[in-house]
């Protein structure tokens, strides 16, 4: 492993403060000296890549990360992917995740049992390229709640794109399983989903079954996450210590009030673009404007850019990702959260790359080592040419991702953007 000197660089170090010229020395997997201004720190025996002006930055983090959705209109098409197709699928995504800049990522549910387990751990093992990865379960849900897909002729749990869970003892069976296959998180599934013709603001799971699963995760040092759209679901999230609730669209006034209690417990990662794109992106895989609102999306829409713009006023930790790897919100398109985030909740450019990144950190568990460009923290590192708090949006251009360093490695080698893979000045 190099050692890298960054210089010429514009330095964003995700703390939130204003981006500054200087230099970034990186000495095996940790950024072990900063500098300000230009030559100020040693080149002896090290590889200097000359930034050109462009900005170094922390690597991002996806805070609702499904690799094993397969860019398909339904979750029937990821469920009836074959197994032996799915794992490749799934690695193929991770290295356009890791090229794309995002350096970390949470999973938020499976496709099938292993499929997250398998790929983190090739991934640490060095087999396949990919980000830092917290592995997930399958969806947990209970008969007639989102994921069960089961038919009264065809009453298969394997055509179920969820793990159909009833009462208690067998929510304590199953969380067990997927523990013994060596996931980090459990996700239970406590609201519904429009698309898949359940309201979103149904909550179908027992307080009984819920903390079954939660108890049964934290004997084991695990987390738990939840699809929870509904008030009741996030209230459920807050009741039994719920760590990461994903969407939280319908969270009224009294949830707030929990939630703002106790934000520094939980992360909230809305997935905010599927609501967006489901609304006024998807038709040409038949859902117009029209039938996304008679649905129920444009209404959770206009609710849910409200409810999360008090989230963010409150101070609660909003992270961007969420349900990319459908055919109308593909992979490696994800840093349109963050243009989403100022646009659609109230942030600026530089909260959004917070979010991204420091409070990346913070939900990888890893806050004092991960998400900023500071001394003596894990070198994963972004080059990118220009702006981003100027121009949110170049993060979303591949070809603006000059390099990408994931453990004090080039996991994208630095390349000028539009010269036809013409190098930067490394020496």
């Not at 999230?237 to 939980?266: K, Q, T, V, Y």
């Not at 913070?362 to 080059?383: K, W």
Request: aromatic share 8%; glycine share 10%; charged share 20%.
């Amino acid at each position: 492993m190099a050692n890298v000197l960054f210089s010429n660089v514009r330095i964003l170090d995700g703390s939130g403060a204003p981006a500054y010229p200087g230099e970034v020395l990186v000495q095996g997997n940790r950024i072990a000296r900063l500098a300000r201004g230009s030559r100020a720190l040693p080149t002896v025996g090290v590889t200097t890549v000359d930034g050109a002006g462009a900005t170094l930055m922390p690597g991002m983090v996806e805070a609702h990360t499904h690799f094993s959705w397969n860019d398909q209109p339904g979750l029937g098409d990821i469920q009836r992917m074959p197994t032996e197709e799915h794992i490749l699928w799934c690695a193929h995504i991770a290295k356009r995740y890791l090229e794309m800049g995002w350096t970390s990522c949470i999973g938020a549910a499976t496709a099938k049992p292993r499929l997250d387990v398998v790929i983190r751990n090739a991934i640490e093992q060095g087999m396949i390229a990919g980000p830092r990865y917290l592995a997930a379960s399958q969806e947990i849900t209970v008969p007639g709640g989102l994921g069960d897909e089961t038919l009264p002729h065809l009453p298969f749990p394997e055509f179920s794109f969820g793990a159909i869970v009833n009462g208690p003892e067998e929510m304590r069976r199953t969380v067990r399983q997927f523990l013994k296959f060596g996931v980090d998180t459990i996700k239970l599934n406590l609201s519904g989903e429009y698309i898949a013709g359940i309201p979103a603001e149904f909550t179908p799971m027992t307080d009984a079954e819920i903390a079954m699963a939660v108890a049964e995760a934290h004997r084991r040092g695990k987390r738990v996450a939840a699809h929870a759209r509904s008030a009741e679901s996030v209230k459920q999230c807050i009741r039994h210590g719920i760590e990461i609730i994903f969407h939280a669209s319908f969270a009224d006034e009294e949830a707030l009030d929990l939630l703002e209690a106790a934000r520094d417990r939980h992360f909230v990662a809305p997935g905010i673009a599927w609501l967006i794109n489901t609304s006024y992106h998807a038709s040409p895989w038949g859902i117009t404007p029209e039938q996304a609102a008679a649905m129920g999306y444009h209404r959770e829409l206009e609710i849910a850019c409200e409810t999360l713009k008090k989230m963010h006023r409150r101070g609660i930790r909003i992270l961007p990702g969420g349900d990319y790897g459908f055919a109308w919100i593909k992979h490696g398109t994800n840093a349109k959260d963050l243009e989403y985030f100022v646009k659609y909740l109230g942030f600026t450019p530089m909260e959004a790359l917070v979010a991204a990144t420091r409070l990346g950190g913070e939900i990888m568990m890893r806050g004092r080592e991960l998400g900023q460009v500071r001394e003596g923290y894990l070198a994963d590192l972004l080059l990118v040419d220009g702006d981003p708090v100027a121009d949110i949006t170049i993060l979303q251009d591949g070809r603006r991702i000059l390099a990408v360093m994931k453990d004090g490695r080039f996991a994208k080698e630095p390349v000028l953007a539009g010269s036809a893979g013409r190098r930067l000045s490394v020496a």
